[in-house]
């Protein structure tokens, strides 16, 4: 049995912009010249695992779902992919997206959003 490789970020803050992009190449830039102290630049060495890139926490990887149709989409990949309801869906419609995602055995990262009972 192989084991699964294990989900690891190098790093999960975001950088600080140091200047705007007009001095970020400067000669005497302090960030660029790496100096003691200053903040960290973005370098490839900071890119994920090629495996294990894009994944969620329960191994999916995200789809973004505008409507029904887009659902069929992963009728055969519901092991690698989880739907997600875009923003701007209704809640009437996420309803009916949500019932359709229960009938093909799907999962859906965002399944009580917009969701109320009626009162």
Do not use: C, W
Not at 56 to 69: E, I
Not at 85 to 106: C, D, F, M, P, Y
């Amino acid at each position: 049995m192989v084991a699964k490789t294990p989900i690891i970020k190098k790093r999960t803050k975001p950088f600080k912009r140091h200047q705007s992009d007009r001095y970020k190449s400067g000669i005497d830039n302090r960030v660029r010249r790496r100096f003691k102290g200053q903040l960290p630049m973005p370098k490839i060495g900071y890119g994920s695992n090629k495996k294990t890139r894009h994944l969620l926490p329960n191994g999916l990887k995200k789809f973004l779902v505008n409507n029904v149709r887009e659902l069929e989409l992963l009728l055969m990949h519901n092991k690698s992919y989880a739907a997600e309801i875009a923003h701007n869906v209704s809640s009437r419609n996420r309803v009916v997206i949500l019932e359709r995602a229960k009938a093909l055995g799907l999962k859906v990262t965002n399944p009580a959003a917009r969701l109320r009972s009626e009162e």
